[in-house]
């Protein structure tokens, strides 16, 4: 009796471990690292320059800097191209809450990007930003 009982248990704990396996990769157990990488081809084609943006800090200082998003797709792509705007205003809406020293550095500028990343995916309906680029930085 005690023999049947541990068999029983045994091919429960394996039915139960199996379908968690299948679970995760089925509904997600893929991560970026797993995802192929686009080629700069591709980069290039589904990314959008902001034309450079002079403003001043929180810190009184003036910062000019000149951005590059990288989208997910073509349809995020035309959104954002549309939502130009609005990410001119992102952009220095955290500018001017940011002082000198907090985006100096590479610590600072990934920070900044970070939070713009999240900001303008929040506008759009369509994909996502996947990455910012500093392409012009000058800070006085």
């Known amino acids: 009796m005690k023999k049947k009982l541990m068999i029983i248990l045994l091919i429960?704990?394996?039915?139960?471990?199996?379908?968690?396996?299948?679970?995760?990769?089925v509904l997600g157990g893929k991560s970026e690292k797993s995802e192929a990488k686009k080629s700069i081809d591709e980069i290039v084609a589904?990314?959008?320059?902001?034309?450079?943006i002079t403003t001043n800090l929180k810190s009184d200082n003036i910062i000019r800097l000149a951005?590059?998003?990288?989208?997910?797709?073509?349809k995020?792509?035309?959104?954002?191209?549309?939502r130009d705007f609005?990410?001119?205003d992102a952009v220095i809406s955290l500018l001017a809450d940011t002082n000198a020293d907090q985006i100096e550095g590479d610590k600072g500028k990934e920070t900044f990007k970070k939070e713009l990343k999240d900001k303008i995916n929040s506008y759009l309906q369509e994909g996502k930003v996947e990455k910012v680029y500093i392409t012009s930085f000058n800070l006085q």
């Open 76 to 82: 995020s792509k035309e959104e954002l191209e549309k």
């Open 12 to 25: 429960i704990l394996i039915v139960i471990g199996a379908l968690g396996a299948a679970a995760y990769f």
């Open 67 to 74: 951005i590059k998003l990288e989208t997910d797709s073509d």
């Open 46 to 52: 589904s990314s959008v320059d902001v034309e450079e």
């Open 86 to 88: 609005q990410v001119k």
